[in-house]
């Protein structure tokens, strides 16, 4: 069955940029049938939708967070990435990725990694 | 923006009925989402487009919407149902989660 996996530094410091891939296995991120998105969730705290990608490179951002995210897809790797740039200490969470139904606007998270906890601190 | 208000806790006697609600502007006109989230682990989606229950969730679950709220049931509520409880919906393209619901089974 569909797996997604996060991966990445699990300390960053502040002002630097915050990397994480997602690599999806037992399926295609090519298929059109999904987006894929990224999710986070500070310590204590609620669930944060931060962006979301398809296989063709269309993303949707947070506008809260739009000015520093980037979100990628590498097809070749069935792997999809996020980077958070100027990050400070609000941006300490577990990061989630996540796999969304196609008709964009209204399908559900489905499937989620078990996440990846990232810490900003000097 | 969108806003999605959940109460911050709600408890249920052992073997009764759960309701949380998750109000929102014209919630109605919106599919909303559900998701299970016990400490320590990653959501797991209980409830889609309103009312539909993915594979492997029980029938216990349930979830309804209308007007300005939309309610997940959960109905002969187990020991294994507390959870934090996330409801979510796309509202402009831009996805929106409530604050979350701590259900305590008592």
């Not at chain 1, 991120?29 to 999904?34: K, L």
């Not at chain 1, 990224?38 to 204590?44: A, H, N």
């Not at chain 2, 998701?35 to 209980?46: E, H, I, M």
């Not at chain 2, 969730?57 to 959960?74: D, H, M, Q, V, Y």
């Amino acid at each position: 069955q569909l797996q997604l996996q996060e991966s990445g530094p699990g300390l960053v410091k502040p002002s630097e940029t915050l990397s994480l891939t997602c690599t999806v296995s037992g399926g295609s991120i090519s298929s059109s049938s999904y987006y894929w998105g990224w999710i986070r969730q500070p310590p204590g705290k609620g669930l944060e939708w931060i962006g979301s990608i398809y296989y063709s490179g269309s993303t949707y951002y947070n506008p809260s967070l739009k000015s520093r995210v980037t979100i990628s897809v590498d097809t070749s790797k069935n792997q999809f990435s996020l980077k958070l740039s100027s990050v400070t200490a609000a941006d300490t969470a577990v990061y989630y990725c996540a796999r969304q139904g196609s008709n964009w606007g209204s399908e559900a998270f489905d499937i989620w990694g078990q996440g990846t906890m990232v810490t900003v601190s000097s | 923006s969108y806003e999605l208000t959940q109460p911050l806790s709600v408890s249920v006697a052992l073997g009764q009925t759960a309701r949380i609600t998750c109000g929102g502007n014209n919630i109605g006109s919106k599919n909303v989402h559900w998701y299970q989230q016990k400490p320590g682990q990653a959501p797991v989606l209980v409830i889609y487009r309103d009312s539909n229950r993915p594979s492997g969730i029980p029938e216990r679950f349930s979830g309804s919407n209308s007007g300005n709220t939309a309610t997940l049931t959960i109905s002969r509520a187990q020991a294994g149902d507390e959870a934090d409880y996330y409801c979510q919906v796309w509202d402009s393209s831009l996805g929106v989660f409530g604050g979350g619901t701590k259900l305590t089974v008592l």
